[in-house]
């Protein structure tokens, strides 16, 4: 579980409803299944109407990414790069093909067994970068509904409180429950503004750092897998992979919690 997702989920509800129980409110009176319907079902309808019905299918799959997503350790992909170019001075390219079928990650060992099949390297760098072009342009259709759910939720929150005030309107005859039923109007604006940008957009967001994050890996493969094919000093490949990253990436994670522990 990624607990920053569920902290920042739960904390952006709680700060809204406690924000609003300091100021003498109700929590009931925030109820409104009318604005609910208007704002979350228009908004997944406008989402649906743009949307291939596969890209809509994958929705459950891509929430579970942002709720308990594990991005890899870069490190611990430099290091095993090193480890195959260490591998490659000493025995021989060849000697990288008992360790493809050791390896999960499909786009690593795709990348290996070019190098190790004798590919030409600027042919191995094409195909690489195309698939990684294809993996980025797979993921930003996955956060696309999410992005446009936090578009027209407003829109819809607001189209709510037209129809709200509309109604409003047509009975004012009826001046004692003017008050109230202006009220509920306005539920659906918040309905429609609190969800885009405590659920929709932030969610966006975290994925949009997971691509970030799954990008940068598949970079450090590429440049690694083709100074490997160069033969180049391993200890030379760790600086030049470790370039990639903040000063603070530099060191393994398990590394840094034992040192933080030691502390």
């Given amino acids: 579980m990624d607990i920053t997702t569920v902290i920042g989920l739960v904390l952006g509800l709680v700060a809204l409803g406690g924000g609003f129980l300091l100021e003498g409110g109700h929590l009931t009176a925030l109820l409104s299944p009318t604005a609910a319907i208007i704002v979350f079902g228009g908004t997944f309808g406008a989402v649906a109407l743009g949307a291939p ?34 591998t490659a001075r000493r025995e021989g390219i060849l000697a990288l093909e008992e360790r493809i079928e050791t390896y999960d990650d499909e786009f690593f060992k795709n990348g290996v067994r070019l190098v190790v099949d004798g590919v030409d390297p600027d042919l191995v760098r094409s195909i690489l970068e195309t698939e990684l ?19 027209f939720a407003p829109t819809m929150g607001i189209i709510g409180t037209v129809m709200g005030l509309v109604h409003v309107l047509g009975s004012l005859s009826d001046v004692s429950n003017l008050g109230p039923q202006i009220a509920t109007a306005f539920i659906a604006t918040l309905y429609g503004v609190a969800s ?26 590429i440049e690694g897998i083709l100074s490997i094919q160069a033969g180049e000093n391993p200890n030379i490949l760790g600086q030049k992979l470790k370039a990639f990253l903040a000063p603070n990436l530099r060191v393994p994670k398990a590394e840094a919690g034992e040192a933080n522990v030691e502390a």
């Fill in 53 to 86: 019905l596969e890209e809509l299918k994958k929705i459950p799959q891509v929430l579970k990414i942002a709720f308990t997503y594990k991005p890899k350790d870069p490190m611990e992909t430099i290091d095993e790069l090193v480890s195959l170019a260490t």
């Fill in 133 to 151: 072009a294809f993996i980025e342009s797979r993921h930003e259709k996955a956060v696309q509904p999410f992005d446009q759910a936090g578009g």
């Fill in 196 to 221: 885009a940008n405590v659920i929709y957009l932030p969610l966006a967001t975290k994925l949009k750092n997971r691509t970030k994050q799954e990008v940068l890996i598949r970079e450090l493969m």
